[in-house]
């Protein structure tokens, strides 16, 4: 009877492990490719470029999830979101991971059945008014109407900081970003408030652009980062160094043009990112030893995506800031592969 019972625990535990490692990545392979949620058609972020492709920074991410994976960068299909059903997507299952601009805070860190990666894009709260309000300052804004996106941490940033600054206001607040810059431009609201980026994202596709100022005050931190479900721990740290290898290659001088050359490197820390070293990073994680030359490969390292989605020579014309590499002045940082 013992002996059976030892064998039953046993072919269990087999079965238990085997039902463990069918996992979202093991998913992700057999279906042949990622399933990403992005935002709406944000400018530099994610939206459909003159050829009808997908473009941004989420986008990118989500590429070099796809190119580490299949070693293909279009093996990913995009699912767009609204700040409000984000989460519902990414908990059902619907996305396998969620690259649309999210605000990492404790509440949604620790109550949605969520988890933070790393964070994307460094950000801040801004408001942008119509040139001839007469507005050049957040305080000029007391008592006026402010346009809102529902379910963002805008809501209540711009409610603590009105409250502390003893100014008023009335929030106009829509469900879809789309409508909330509509109201905005149609005039049924002096401001409108979301990143800064965003603002400037958005006022990059206004008809006259000049006609729009973005106020110099940012209100807030807004570590914008990309999110998987809770509960999937190989997935996450697949996701979580794929983010960490562009930062690397980034701050070893990478890129994307220069990576086959950079295969015959002394430098040990860029073998054991390119996967010609003795070491296997890959395999342990369900990757291949080379999956960090795929991303570079497909997509680039971090500063090249920024550079081409939301940098000086785009029409957001952002500069890195916070976004630089650390040893470039930024905070973007990553662990050692080692």
Same mark, same amino acid.
Not at 25 to 31: H, S, T
Not at 55 to 60: I, K, M, P, T
Not at 236 to 244: A, D, P, S
């Given at each position: ?68 994976i299949f070693n293909d ?36 860190? /620790?109550?949605? #059945? ?6 994307? !894009?460094? %950000? *801040? ?6 040139? $001839? &309000? ?38 106009? /607040?829509?469900? #879809? ?6 109201? !905005?431009? %149609? *005039? ?6 979301? $990143? &800064? ?128 590499i650390w040893k470039d ?10």
């Open positions: 009877m013992n002996k059976l019972l030892t064998a039953t625990v046993a072919v269990l535990a087999t079965l238990g492990a085997s039902s463990a490692y069918a996992d979202r990545l093991d998913d992700v392979k057999a279906r042949g490719f990622v399933q990403c949620g992005v935002t709406e058609g944000v400018p530099g972020f994610s939206e459909l470029n003159a050829e009808n492709d997908w473009a941004g920074l989420e986008v990118d991410f989500c590429r070099a999830i796809a190119a580490s960068p279009k093996a990913v299909r995009f699912t767009t979101l609204t700040a409000a059903d984000r989460w519902q997507a990414l908990s059902s299952g619907q996305i396998d991971v969620l690259a649309r601009t999210s605000t990492w805070t404790m509440q949604r860190d /620790t109550q949605l #059945g969520i988890t933070f990666v790393g964070t994307l !894009f460094y %950000d *801040g709260q801004g408001f942008m008014v119509k040139k $001839d &309000s007469g507005a050049t300052s957040v305080h000029d804004l007391n008592g006026k109407t402010i346009c809102i996106e529902q379910g963002t941490t805008t809501e209540l940033n711009l409610a603590d900081y009105f409250a502390i600054n003893k100014l008023t206001y009335t929030p106009l /607040t829509f469900a #879809g970003h789309d409508e909330t810059v509509k109201a !905005f431009q %149609d *005039g049924k609201c002096v401001a409108y408030t979301t $990143d &800064s980026s965003g603002l400037a994202a958005d006022r990059s596709k206004f008809a006259n652009p000049a006609d729009f100022i973005i106020l110099p005050e940012v209100i807030s931190k807004e570590p914008l980062a990309v999110v998987v479900a809770k509960g999937d721990d190989r997935w996450f740290k697949v996701v979580r160094w794929i983010y960490y290898a562009v930062l690397d290659a980034d701050e070893l001088g990478v890129t994307q043009k220069n990576v086959d050359e950079m295969v015959g490197s002394d430098n040990p820390e860029i073998k054991r990112l390119l996967g010609v070293s003795d070491d296997d990073f890959g395999t342990p994680i369900g990757l291949t030893k080379d999956w960090a030359y795929r991303v570079i490969k497909g997509v680039g390292n971090y500063g090249e995506m920024f550079d081409r989605s939301v940098g000086p020579s785009t029409p957001l014309g952002l500069q890195p800031g916070l976004n630089a002045g930024g905070i973007q940082y990553a662990p050692p592969i080692r």
